[in-house]
């Protein structure tokens, strides 16, 4: 049996290799003509990544599939429950078997991934402590509005040449604006797209850089709680 060089790299230390991170997203949704239809999943994955290269927790990279209410129809999603028994609770049981690790943070950049509520089953059936993160949906605003596009826009995945095709009327995700439906069924979402409409849609690199950074430190903080709680 081969033994590991656990003191090796930039490691909290060696208790931080029980530790997994995994980004959730969605890779199928509608934000507008300069953002990818992937971009909840690849910003979930930037954070997630980052956390990991910060801490030394192993990245284990982004979960397929989303899942989103029924009345927010701007993209391919799946049920809750389906995105927690085919998708995510096989995808733990395999990085829990293979990597022996104890706990797993889950950064979710999606907010249409209400599984919050599903955490704690995953933890008792799985054996594993989990960190349920969505500190990115808290923060960045309306649905591929300002603040998702000056995510982006650092991310380098933003499209600042089609800037003046966004508008609610060709685009009706953007800020969810002309999604009627989602508007009547969610207060939030309502809230949210009033904000955008009266803002409009305005890259700022500052801005996105400190979603990203704010997103980032947040997992980091997750990752160090977690190695205080694993003995
Ligand atoms: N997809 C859903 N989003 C929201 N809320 C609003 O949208 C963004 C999330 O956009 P993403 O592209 O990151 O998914 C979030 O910041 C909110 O402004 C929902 N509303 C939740 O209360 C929702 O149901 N689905
Ligand atoms: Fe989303």
């Known amino acids: 049996m081969v033994r590991l060089n656990l003191d090796a790299g930039n490691i909290l230390s060696e208790k931080v290799h029980r530790i997994g991170v995994i980004a959730l997203g969605s890779h199928l949704e509608n934000h507008g003509p300069a953002l990818p239809i992937d971009t909840d999943s690849k910003i979930a994955s930037y954070i997630a990544l980052e956390a990991a290269l910060r801490t030394g927790a192993r990245f284990l990279g982004v979960i ?31 990085a829990r078997r293979l990597l022996k690790l ?44 300002s603040g998702e596009l000056s995510a982006g826009l650092i991310l380098g995945i933003a499209d600042l040449g089609r800037l003046d ?55 980091v903080r997750d990752i160090k709680n977690l190695l205080d709680l694993i003995d």
């Open 64 to 94: 397929y599939g989303a899942a989103e209410f029924p009345y927010v129809k701007h993209g391919i999603h799946m049920e809750p429950e389906e995105l927690v028994e085919k998708e995510l609770k096989p995808t733990l049981r395999k």
């Open 165 to 219: 095709e966004c508008r609610p009327e060709l685009y009706p995700e953007i800020g969810m604006i002309g999604l009627k439906e989602a508007r009547e069924s969610n207060r939030e979402i309502d809230r949210a797209a009033r904000t955008c409409e009266k803002e409009g849609i305005n890259p700022d690199p500052v801005l996105g850089q400190r979603l990203l950074e704010d997103a980032v430190e947040s997992a």
């Open 102 to 145: 104890d706990a797993v943070v889950i950064v979710n950049a999606h907010g249409g991934n209400d599984l919050e509520d599903y955490m704690e089953d995953l933890m008792e059936e799985l054996d594993l402590e989990i960190v349920w993160n969505s500190r990115m949906v808290e923060i960045e605003g309306p649905h591929a509005g």
